[in-house]
């Protein structure tokens, strides 16, 4: 197991409305999940960390009023982009991790975002 | 904070024959080195990961190895097959967030 999934896998959306990815550990409790993006042909890129039922720490340079992150349960975390703007236009993929943090991190398989 | 380069951008290798990636860190804490492969428009796959007090790590064609004095370790793929094609991403983690390097597209030509 460690299953992750996320939802959903595609989106459009028109700019300045808000759009929200939702991603789920389906066979474990995640202690831990994060949020990152990815640009065409680029690395992974940590915009924050979240721990259930506190509030997410933030990578330096990342919006925490554009991107607001829900950890509402062992199983269940949330990413709001606000107001999106064709530069918001990304991969974004979320893991989860049991048990210690830092330690086998299982990814989703990511959300693609396109805003026009 | 860490730092991680990765090295070759680009590897090509006919079938059969092995793939060494290569990555260095900066962080003396880092505790922990995860590799993971990403097909075309997928989350990344965890494939081997290594523990620091640990020197190598092999499951079936997939080796790797580290060397904590020098800050870097290596990922070995031997008897490569078309379907090894994809991009590759070390990682450094200290109890915590993953530093990603910028990933080796490899191509595994028949």
């Known amino acids: 197991g460690a299953v992750v999934s996320q939802h959903p896998s595609w989106v459009i959306c028109k700019s300045g409305t808000s759009v929200k990815i939702e991603c789920r550990s389906l066979?474990?409790?995640?202690?831990?999940m994060f949020w990152y993006r990815q640009f065409p042909k680029q690395s992974l890129m940590l915009m924050a960390t979240s721990n259930e039922g506190s509030k997410a720490t933030y990578e330096q340079g990342v919006e925490k009023d554009k991107f607001l992150i829900n950890h509402a349960s062992l199983t269940l975390s949330t990413l709001t982009v606000t107001s999106a703007h064709p530069e918001d236009s990304s991969f974004y993929i979320c893991s989860a991790s049991k048990g210690l943090p830092g330690f086998e991190q299982y990814f989703g398989p990511g959300t693609r975002l396109t805003v026009t | 904070g860490e730092n991680v380069e990765q090295h070759p951008s680009t590897l090509s290798v006919q079938e059969g024959d092995s793939a060494v990636i290569k990555c260095t860190y900066s962080?003396?804490?880092?505790?922990?080195f995860p590799w993971y492969k990403q097909e075309l428009g997928k989350g990344p796959q965890l494939i081997i990961d290594?523990?620091?007090?640990?020197g190598e790590k092999k499951d079936q064609r997939i080796a790797v190895t580290l060397n904590k004095t020098a800050k870097h370790f290596s990922l070995h793929i031997t008897e490569t097959q078309p379907e090894d094609s994809a991009v590759y991403f070390c990682a450094a983690s200290f109890y915590g967030k993953l530093t990603f390097g910028q990933g080796t597209i490899l191509t595994v030509h028949p």
């Open positions: 290594i523990r620091s007090n640990v």
């Open positions: 066979d474990f409790q995640a202690t831990t």
């Open positions: 962080d003396s804490a880092s505790n922990y």
